[in-house]
């Protein structure tokens, strides 16, 4: 950590500074973590991640460990200077005690204990505190271990000290409260996720996370000297780069410092992740606002100074972004976020300082790269033209929709019902299953629409392809919300939006084709889910005049046993190869009824994990794609190889 991110030596208790009491949190979990949800029970481990994180921004922090222990209580330790232990002055207690017991306790409200922290609201452990059956903490301190224990926020054990050591730190482990949270089983690839972008923005700082919970402990270690220059190449691992380097900049006014990693790719789609003193801001905010303005800026000035644009053609924001991988981290002292879980930045000076980092470093970098200059300039260009043609192809759809026009596609066996909310559409592949689902379905609320052959892989295909395409073109019409830009969820015609194919490698080829289409191009229909995937059997078994069917092997074999009972009467099985050699009774029964299907709902919790295995499954690197089905083979079940 370099000097002048150290702040006040002496970390006491009278920089902890007490603001109010913790009674709402367990009342109202939601306002403090987001949901009690799997998404809220992971940003417990944040938050107690995020104050050693401010311990290493401080620069007294070199190493912090993170392990889901047997029975999913976590553990979290680090190397800095240890949480106070001395009596706190307003309250008369021990500082140790404050911070995990009152909101808004902590040494991030002007007290000299940082300078910047991700901890803005100072209630990141006392949350966890409250939201967890049990807690133990240890500050390894002056010499001395102290420790205290907390069930669901109250103390069952006063702050002692239980040994001697040489070594400083804080030590915090927790059991997630089953009566707050839905479930509270972790997932390590979203911890490990998580530590690995932390260690990507903290140059230098090493981050081990451990899962611990099987017979053999999963571990890895993660440290970047290279910083956010490295998470660039990270993130385009899987993608072609256009430039071989990372444009990197940086810059510093006052106590507020910004530093932006950018490199394209061949592909179609923008990546930018924004950070703020280290945590993720999804929905952006002024540092994101900053860099698009200047990059468009830069980028139309540099082609107009040197010929390259002429007349009015210049490159939109958009065309600018077509391709790329972007990092944007800012550090602030006062960083102003929206609520708890700080999606999104908001403190006006950020625009500015990042806005003039990008405006002359890299009009700078261009300068003395023409040649990097002039490829990112051509795709831009390249991007804006095939723009103009995907408007015209959209415009096209959308004099057409069904909405405007009253005219719905071919394929299409719409519904009666017109209520959204009360309407479900079946996207089925080959007309032998859809005659099956026509006749099978219940036609006031079931409609019908019928694919046909490979679709366009949306990955490899520039937009105005996509508008333009037989295969997708139909389907836009149909559920009537319009597509990219223009997508109106609000004109969605139907509410479930059911992707019915086989139970084998084409069956899930389509399946995972659409998906793309729908992520790339109709994502908020992903987001507010509406978009599902039909389960049809596996198996039929046949004893007699009774007929049941099973959906895994599993199930199967129990059906089967079922069956024989104890005469150990013969059961015949057979297999269902396809959706189109159920009759459309079976097809209703198993599939369609919605008293007895099943229906798996698609969500998006992870747009970036969704991206990358998008752009894995889909994209045109081979040698990524292999490597994935070789790790995760042995999860494919279900399917006919």
């Known amino acids: ?54 311990e290493a921004l401080a620069g007294y922090c070199k190493h912090i460990t993170v392990t889901i222990n047997p029975g999913d209580s976590i553990t979290v330790t680090d190397d800095g200077r240890g949480i106070p232990v001395d009596i706190q002055p307003q309250t008369g207690k021990p500082a140790l005690e404050v911070v995990f017991t009152v909101l808004h306790a902590g040494g991030k409200f002007g007290g000299g204990g940082y300078k910047v922290s991700g901890g803005l609201h100072g209630v990141g452990a006392s949350v966890v505190n409250a939201l967890s059956e049990w807690l133990k903490v240890r500050v390894y301190k002056n010499g001395k271990i102290h420790e205290m224990k907390f069930s669901r926020g109250h103390i069952v054990q006063e702050m002692q000290i239980v040994g001697t050591t040489d070594k400083t730190g804080t030590e915090v482990t927790f059991q997630p409260d ?55 190449t990270w993130c385009n691992r899987n993608k072609t780069a256009i430039h071989s380097d990372v444009i990197y900049m940086s810059g510093t006014k006052g106590d507020a410092s910004a530093e932006l990693a950018i490199q394209y790719n061949d592909g179609y789609n923008e990546f930018m992740l924004s950070f703020a003193n280290d945590v993720r801001t999804p929905e952006g905010g002024m540092h994101e606002t900053g860099f698009k303005t200047a990059l468009t800026r830069v980028l139309n000035n540099y082609g107009v100074k040197n010929g390259i644009i002429k007349g009015d053609d210049k490159v939109s924001g958009e065309d600018c972004r077509e391709g790329i991988t972007a990092i944007i981290s800012v550090k602030l002292t006062d960083a102003q976020f929206e609520g708890q879980t700080k999606a999104k930045l908001g403190n006006a000076y950020i625009r500015t300082l990042v806005d003039q980092i990008v405006n002359d470093q890299l009009a700078t970098y261009f300068e003395e790269h023409p040649a990097t200059a002039k490829t990112i300039l051509e795709k831009a260009m390249m991007a804006n033209r095939a723009r103009e043609a995907a408007r015209k192809a959209r415009e096209s759809i959308r004099r057409k929709t069904g909405l405007e026009s009253g005219q719905m596609p071919d394929k299409l066996q719409d519904c009666n019902e017109r209520d959204p909310e009360l309407c479900e559409i079946y996207i089925v592949e080959g007309d032998s299953a859809a ?11 079931q409609a019908i629409l019928a694919m046909w052959g490979k679709m366009l892989n949306v990955e490899k295909a520039r937009a105005d392809k996509v ?61 507010h889910g509406y978009v599902y995937s ?31 009972g104890e005469g150990n009467a013969k059961v015949e099985i057979s297999r269902f190869k396809g959706l189109g050699e159920m009759d459309p009774h ?21 747009a970036r994990r969704a991206d990358e295995i998008f752009t894995i ?18 999860y494919a079940i279900n399917i006919d190889i």
């Not at 000097?3 to 603001?19: C, F, H, N, R, S």
């Not at 403090?32 to 107690?48: F, N, P, Q």
């Not at 005659?435 to 609320?445: M, W």
């Open 1 to 54: 950590m370099s000097d002048e991110m150290k702040v006040t030596q002496e970390y006491g208790a009278e920089q902890i500074q007490v603001l109010e009491g913790l009674e709402a949190v367990r009342k109202r979990p939601g306002m403090y973590i987001g949901s009690t949800s799997s998404s809220g029970l992971h940003h417990l481990v944040y938050e107690i991640v995020d104050n050693s994180i401010d």
């Open 178 to 232: 089953p009566e707050m949270f839905d479930t509270t089983e972790y997932d390590y690839s979203i911890l490990h996720e998580r530590m690995r972008e932390e260690a990507f923005l903290n140059a230098g700082l090493s981050i081990t996370i451990t899962d611990a919970r099987g017979d053999e402990p999963v571990s890895e270690t993660m440290c970047y000297e290279g910083g956010i220059r490295e998470f660039a």
């Open 435 to 445: 005659g099956s689902a026509i006749q099978g379905r219940d036609s006031r609320f």
């Open 467 to 527: 508008y333009g395409n037989d295969k997708l073109y139909p389907l836009i019409v149909a559920l009537g919300a319009g597509i990219g830009e223009d997508f109106d969820i609000d004109k969605l015609r139907y509410h479930k939006v059911v992707i019915m194919s086989d139970a084998d490698v084409d069956g899930a080829h389509i399946r995972t084709l659409l998906l793309t289409f729908f992520f790339r191009y109709m994502r908020p229909l992903i987001e």
């Open 534 to 564: 039909a389960v049809p059997p596996l198996y039929k078994l046949k004893r007699g005049k009774t007929e049941r069917v099973a959906y895994s092997d599993e199930e199967r074999d129990q059906v089967s046993a079922e069956l024989r």
């Open 586 to 606: 079976e097809l209703w029964e198993t599939t369609m009824d919605p008293e007895k299907r099943t229906l798996r709902r698609i969500t998006l919790d992870d």
């Open 617 to 634: 499954l889909m994209g045109e690197q081979v040698e990524p794609r292999k490597e994935w089905i070789e790790r995760n083979a042995k």
